[in-house]
């Protein structure tokens, strides 16, 4: 089904419609991406490439969203020290303009404009300072599914997400395939939609991320703009149907706050979906657990009769 759906993608319609849209055809980036390297290229360089070439080793295919969501706070937390200095030398310039104000060597709207830039520092920082719980909770989540990654009772991290991605991808197809919804929500065929075009740019970017495969070598960092990739994707999908499906091209503007919202609503699904399958995993061991136990009673039983 993957191979099929990657194909579809690769050449149903994207070309021209990205084309229409403003955007570069994926299929040019892609084969810029896996340009070989030149003649003259360095040991050091043939030897980065056949580093990322290898496969990611099984343990570290598991740990990866574990990995990368200790690097996402690890960012989150530069964030806050960056936010924190910018309050203090936002605080530093209102007084500084409440001086030169009261030397009346400026106006009052210089200690106006001040106020103003420490307002946004502070707004920042109390952002940055509520991204840094949520990246907390990821973290906790991303440990929780470990166990049942390793048990296989969950997928690893770059399979989900390849299903996350692949899903929009079917639903985005449908509007390409289906006469019925093509008739019904003309828009959603249209790459001068200016919602259509952002998805479009969105998957362009989703698909240059996206790994060759489940095993090719991620680093977290890659791995975590992959992830991204594919929320932007899927909520530029889910902005432009809903705009379809009312009947007018142009939706609301984002809002900061329920982009926020999407987020964290995410992070709190991914949570529960660890905990689930936690949950499920101690009672397959408690379970295995009672049978050994069970069936060493029962030998011990009959060597004694």
């Known amino acids: ?57 099984k343990s570290a295919a598991r740990r990866l969203e574990f990995d990368a969501a200790l690097l996402d706070l690890q960012r989150s937390r530069h964030a806050v020290t960056r936010g924190r200095a910018e309050v203090k030398i936002a605080d530093a310039e209102v007084m500084r303009a409440q001086a030169e104000r009261a030397a009346s060597r400026v106006s009052s709207d210089a200690v106006s404009s001040a106020r103003a830039r420490l307002t946004a520092a502070q707004r920042e920082l109390r952002a940055a300072s509520a991204e840094i719980r949520a990246r907390r909770a990821a973290v906790r989540a991303a440990k929780a599914m470990l166990p049942a990654i390793r048990a296989g009772s969950a997928p690893l991290p770059v399979e989900r997400l390849f299903a996350e991605h692949d899903a929009v991808l079917v639903r985005w197809m449908a509007y390409e395939t289906d006469p019925a919804l093509a008739i019904d929500f003309p828009v959603m065929s249209d790459p001068k939609s200016p919602l259509l075009a952002e998805f479009l740019r969105a998957h362009e970017r989703a698909q240059w991320l996206r790994p060759a495969s489940t095993t090719s070598r991620l680093e977290p960092a890659d791995f975590l703009a992959y992830r991204d990739a594919v929320r932007a994707l899927t909520h530029a999908f889910e902005r432009a149907e809903r705009a379809a499906r009312r009947g007018r091209d142009d939706g609301p503007p984002v809002d900061p706050a329920d982009a926020w919202g999407r987020m964290a609503s995410d992070w709190a699904e991914q949570a529960q979906r660890a905990l689930a399958w936690s949950m499920e995993n101690m009672g397959k061991a408690a379970s295995k657990s009672w049978n050994e136990r069970h069936t060493k009673r029962a030998r011990k039983n009959d060597s004694d009769a």
């Open 1 to 57: 089904m993957e191979p099929l759906l990657a194909l579809i993608v690769d050449w149903w319609w994207i070309g021209p419609a990205a084309a229409g849209a403003g955007t570069v055809g994926w299929i040019g980036v892609r084969s810029t991406r896996r340009r070989a390297l030149p003649a003259g290229a360095s040991t050091t360089d043939r030897t980065a490439r056949a580093w990322t070439n290898r496969p990611l080793s």
